[in-house]
């Protein structure tokens, strides 16, 4: 089955740094897709970003963006210039022939 | 476009007795899930839908645990009867053919006293 690690717990940065949370998976399969999501307290689990397997490129969405090694099997997050509006639990996600979240990790923003 | 509904949104309960929660799926999107959330873990998938068949139940505790999407649109959870480590945010997710993401609901919470 295939598993997916995030090794931070806990992670904080100061409002307009950069962060990056850390991401790995285990799978065999040669075709998926791989995402973060954000849930802030109480509230909606949304998609932040989402990458193909088959894609090199690295996918961004405005000050989100991901570090993807396939060979690595690593899908790091990197939020720039971090807002209070940031601060939720993230979760990376792997899909394939099912679909798994690792356990998240909790980010504080400080003002 | 309506988002993925889901009912009631906090539920109460005395263990060993039961309860159902109901999602409705985005329209369109064949492909439903339900996790378990255990407060401060990652979901936990318990059963996958496609259309109106399982495709995948094997975390799905199926003594006290059932599940169905008769239709092939929304979908009941129901767990009977009910433990203590089953207080949990029931989450339904939906997604379209092909695309790679899951759309959420806003979540159940359940809690058994």
């Known amino acids: 089955a295939q598993t997916v690690t995030q090794s931070q717990p806990e992670m904080s940065v100061q409002e307009a740094e950069t962060v990056t949370l850390s991401c790995t998976y285990d799978t065999s399969e040669s075709d998926y897709y791989l995402f973060w999501y954000k849930q802030p307290p109480s509230r909606q689990m949304i998609l932040v970003i989402r990458?193909?397997?088959?894609?090199?490129q690295n996918a961004t969405e405005n000050r989100f963006s991901v570090n993807f090694q396939k060979a690595a099997k690593s899908f790091s997050l990197k939020i720039s210039d971090s807002q209070l509006g940031d601060a939720a639990m993230y979760f990376c996600a792997y899909r394939g022939s099912d679909m798994r979240f690792g356990a998240g990790t909790r980010l504080t923003v400080k003002p | 476009e309506a988002g993925v509904a889901q009912s009631p949104r906090y539920k109460i309960i005395e263990k060993r007795q039961s309860v159902a929660f109901w999602c409705n799926p985005i329209s369109g999107h064949a492909t439903l899930y339900w996790y378990q959330q255990i407060l401060g873990q990652g979901p936990k998938l318990l059963i996958q839908?496609?259309?109106?068949?399982?495709?995948?139940d094997s975390q799905l505790p199926k003594d006290r645990f059932s599940a169905e999407r008769l239709k092939g649109v929304d979908s009941t959870l129901k767990i009977q009867p009910a433990k203590l480590e089953d207080s949990a945010v029931y989450l339904c997710a939906s997604r379209r053919p092909g695309r790679g993401e899951l759309f959420f609901g806003e979540g159940s919470r359940l809690t058994v006293l």
């Open positions: 990458q193909e397997a088959y894609k090199q």
């Open positions: 839908f496609q259309n109106n068949g399982v495709v995948d």
